[in-house]
T-cell receptor, first 109, second 115 residues
Framework: GQNIDQPTEMTATEGAIVQINCTYQ??????LFWYQQHAGEAPTFLSY??LDGLEEKGRFSSFLSRSKGYSYLLLKELQMKDSASYLC??????????WGAGTKLIIKP | GAVVSQHPSRVICKSGTSVKIECRSL??????MFWYRQFPKKSLMLMAT?????????EQGVEKDKFLINHASLTLSTLTVTSAHPEDSSFYIC???????????FGPGTRLTVL
């Protein structure tokens, strides 16, 4: 079956670095997405990886290893506004997004 | 960037009534639109996928007669929750994808409360 695993909740300190891991098993693979979702709001796009390696975009970076079915989202210089849920989603062979349950990130001062 | 709007953002209705939610792509043609439902502290649950001009494909367990989807144009899809009940109260989110694209652009969501 299709499955996306990511931690339920993580806590980090303002100014620090945090890595949110995601493992996926989908029927076919057309890329791995990370979205940020603040409470009560719709998800917003953060990153898309389809090839192995690290994609850096400002304070956020995303890594993909297709052979391991593994991705991570790296957040640097954490700010209080980064407190949100981070959703990992794998696009399967039908171009459907298979969603993880999300990782709630709590930032402490 | 691509913008998707949803209307209304919030709706409260009585049990037994029907509610229509609109999803519009404002600056691109959305050949495919997706409707999601999200319960508190849960992940997004795909309800259905619709392609312009054809019938929607519903996910297992989603009643097509209860959740009517119309994707009549390349910029508009509607979801009608018919005979709504309190258990239908949820956050409904649409997303849109243009031809040849992989990224889904999300609308801001509609919070439905059925009394």
């Amino acid at each position: 079956g299709q499955n996306i695993d990511q931690p339920t909740e993580m806590t980090a300190t303002e100014g620090a670095i945090v890595q949110i891991n995601c493992t996926y098993q989908t029927s076919g693979f057309n890329g791995l997405f990370w979205y940020q979702q603040h409470a009560g709001e719709a998800p917003t796009f953060l990153s898309y990886n389809v090839l192995d390696g690290l994609e850096e975009k400002g304070r956020f970076s995303s890594f993909l290893s297709r052979s391991k079915g593994y991705s991570y989202l790296l957040l640097k210089e954490l700010q209080m506004k980064d407190s949100a849920s981070y959703l990992c989603a794998s696009m399967d062979s039908n171009y459907q997004l298979i969603w993880g349950a999300g990782t709630k990130l709590i930032i402490k001062p | 960037g691509a913008v998707v709007s949803q209307h209304p953002s919030r709706v409260i209705c009585k049990s037994g009534t029907s509610v229509k939610i609109e999803c519009r792509s404002l600056d691109f043609q959305a050949t495919t639109m997706f409707w999601y439902r999200q319960f508190p502290k849960k992940s997004l649950m795909l309800m259905a996928t619709s392609n312009e001009g054809s019938k929607a494909t519903y996910e297992q367990g989603v009643e097509k007669d209860k959740f009517l989807i119309n994707h009549a144009s390349l910029t508009l899809s509607t979801l009608t929750v018919t005979s709504a009940h309190p258990e239908d109260s949820s956050f409904y989110i649409c997303s849109a994808r243009d031809l040849g694209g992989n990224e889904q652009f999300f609308g801001p969501g509609t919070r439905l409360t059925v009394l």
